[in-house]
């Protein structure tokens, strides 16, 4: 079945660049996702990239697409305290059933030191 | 944007008692909704996905008379958990799609704790 892999852990100095990895292995992926997750809340979708493109920035993040490796990063500029949460990549995939779903890595925690 | 909500947030059940979670969709139609779990430091495990007055698809390893799931409107979808077990505490997640976006279009509601003693 399909699989998405991030790393677990991420730490930052406040006002770094942060990149969080994944990988993928269903190639037919149409969209690609990045979601938030803050303590004891719900995912926030942040943005997302379709198959077709390279890159996508929006404001302090950009997503970048490497399809022939199967590999999605996202970089959040001028890493703030406030960005500090779980970061989960996902991809649309079919299932047993007709309709796309999301099929989530297992997240990274991203940690921004003062 | 959109909102999902979940009620309740959070839950404390004895063993062998069922629980019921709401997801509505508050300023869309959903006519898909779906329910994931997700265990301490882990992923979401997607569950089931329910479409309005239909039954629910379960992925596989999950017991559906054990998490009953009705999808009565284009804003509701209620998860039961019945007889409910210690092993059953979780987060549980609902996401709701709307009518006309497609795939990036799913939100996501707060989630729902419950804790079975």
């Known amino acids: 079945g399909e699989d998405v892999e991030q790393s677990l852990f991420l730490s930052v100095r406040e006002g770094d660049s942060s990149v969080i990895n994944c990988t993928y292995t269903?190639?037919?992926?149409?969209?690609l996702y990045w979601y938030k997750q803050e303590p004891g809340a719900g995912l926030q979708l942040l943005t997302y990239?379709?198959?077709?493109?390279d890159m996508k920035q929006d404001q302090r993040l950009t997503v970048l697409l490497n399809k022939k490796d199967k590999h999605l990063s996202l970089r959040i500029a001028d890493t703030q305290t406030g960005d500090s949460a779980i970061y989960f990549c996902a991809e649309a995939s079919v299932s047993s059933g007709s309709a796309r779903q999301l099929t989530f890595g297992s997240g990274t925690q991203l940690t921004v030191l003062p | 944007g959109a909102v999902v909500s979940q009620h309740p947030s959070w839950v404390i059940c004895k063993s062998g008692t069922s629980v019921k979670i709401e997801c509505r969709s508050l300023?869309?139609?959903?006519?898909?909704m779906f329910w994931y779990r997700q265990f301490p430091k882990q992923s979401l495990m997607l569950m089931a996905t329910s479409n309005e007055g239909s039954k629910a698809t379960y992925e596989q390893g999950v017991e559906k008379d054990k998490f009953l799931i009705n999808h009565a409107s284009l804003t509701l979808s209620t998860l039961t958990v019945t007889s409910a077990h210690p092993e059953d505490s979780s987060f549980y997640i609902c996401s709701a799609r709307t009518t006309t976006g497609g795939w990036k279009t799913q939100y996501f509601g707060p989630g729902t704790r419950l804790l079975v003693l």
């Open positions: 990239i379709f198959s077709n493109m």
């Open positions: 300023d869309f139609q959903a006519t898909t």
């Open positions: 269903d190639s037919s992926s149409t969209y």
